[in-house]
């Protein structure tokens, strides 16, 4: 099975009309496992290290939340894409939500790696909290056309 965002309440996830798939707010929460992502050691092996953890704690455990989650939402997005036959080239627009605008480095950092030519058009808006809890860190909706040029 492909690990997809998946809805936490009644919503959907995700819908294609047309060439366009139009994902909801992804978060960093395991439906399954009903487990938020909060650092480094919730992500599958070989990740941390490969996304920034230093092995310092006072680094990782000020840097880690933030960019575990984000490596985790844009994964799952990602996944999602995959799943409906689009890759992350198709993804022409993303809107960010942060719990404090000062993790946007951090995250930026991530979505490069996901987005390493042209970085798709962004909104990014701080807000006061988000659900299930306030460990959440981010959330990102993203937009993808799957006509013919991707």
């Not at 995700?14 to 994902?23: A, E, K, N, Q, S």
């Not at 689009?86 to 995250?107: C, E, I, S, W």
């Amino acid at each position: 099975m492909i690990d997809i965002a998946r809805p936490l309440a009644r919503y959907s996830a995700w819908t294609r009309r047309g060439d366009f798939v139009f994902l909801s707010g992804v978060i960093a929460v395991d439906p399954g496992a009903g487990q938020i992502i909060r650092g480094y050691d919730d992500l599958p092996q070989g990740v941390a290290d490969r996304i920034g953890r230093t092995g310092e704690f006072s680094v990782d455990a000020k840097d880690g939340p933030i960019i575990a989650q984000s490596w985790y939402v844009l994964d799952r997005i990602r996944a999602t894409i995959e799943d409906a036959g689009g890759t992350m080239a198709a993804v022409f627009k993303l809107v960010q939500y942060f719990r404090n605008l000062d993790h946007f480095p951090r995250y930026n950092t991530v979505r490069r790696m996901f987005f390493p030519e042209t970085p798709p058009v962004s909104t990014v808006v701080e807000v006061s909290a988000m659900m299930p809890s306030p460990e959440i860190l981010i959330e990102v909706e993203a937009t993808a056309w799957l006509g013919p040029r991707q």
